[in-house]
């Protein structure tokens, strides 16, 4: 179900019979036709057991299913959006720069550790999101929220790309992530804008990156 972005802040989908989307609880700003709001206690595609999980993790974000015959806008809290369009590949991304997506996806949680090892869980620490991360999986849209706007930066074997931890907003494809220190440890004593570390990630797809080193 693709998104028709009506400004920097503010998309539109289509809602047909038969096919439903998830959003954000507070996302919907206006609709046509005949569409439906209502809680989604299983927290999306993936069932009871994928809600669990991410409450588990921490990483459960209220949604709401939406079903119908019409067009709906969506936007959060002024936030920048960008559509994210996956064709059978996994976006790991924060449950709260969720705007909304499809409801073909398959969700799931990751745990961030799995990932770059202990560095991977010093990571969550460092930008404040936690030791779990959301999955997305499969072939559709993805609408995220970020800071400022967002820029994609291609990951291809052989050059990975440096990022600000605070500044990440999401990645998929074949990637590979890990923290490592622009600085010593003695000179980052007394440092606490998190400049001193950097995710580097490598492999093979593409990294979003928001304008600003603000959390939603």
Do not use: C
Request: charged share 15%; no cysteine.
């Amino acid at each position: 179900m693709p998104f028709r972005e009506i400004n920097s802040k503010m998309v539109e989908a289509t809602v047909v019979p038969g096919q439903k989307m998830f959003s954000q609880r507070g996302a919907m700003l206006a609709y046509r036709g005949e569409v439906a709001f209502t809680p989604n206690i299983q927290g999306g595609q993936g069932g009871m057991m994928s809600m669990i999980g991410r409450r588990m993790a921490n990483e459960a974000t209220p949604l709401m299913t939406v079903e119908g015959n019409g067009t709906v806008m969506f936007g959060h809290g002024g936030h920048h959006i960008h559509v994210i369009n996956l064709s059978g590949d996994t976006l790991y991304v924060e449950a709260d720069r969720l705007l909304a997506f499809d409801g073909t996806l398959q969700q799931g949680t990751m745990f961030m550790g799995s990932q770059g090892g202990v560095m991977g869980m010093v990571r969550g620490q460092v930008t404040g999101q936690g030791l779990f991360t959301t999955t997305l999986k499969g072939h559709g849209a993805v609408a995220v929220m970020a800071h400022g706007g967002v820029i994609e930066l291609p990951i291809t074997p052989g050059r990975a790309v440096h990022v600000d931890p605070q500044a990440y907003v999401a990645h998929h494809g074949d990637v590979r992530n890990k923290l490592s220190t622009a600085l010593g440890w003695r000179e980052m004593v007394g440092r606490g804008s998190g400049e001193g570390f950097q995710l580097e990630l490598s492999g093979s797809g593409a990294v979003y990156v928001q304008a600003s080193e603000e959390k939603l």
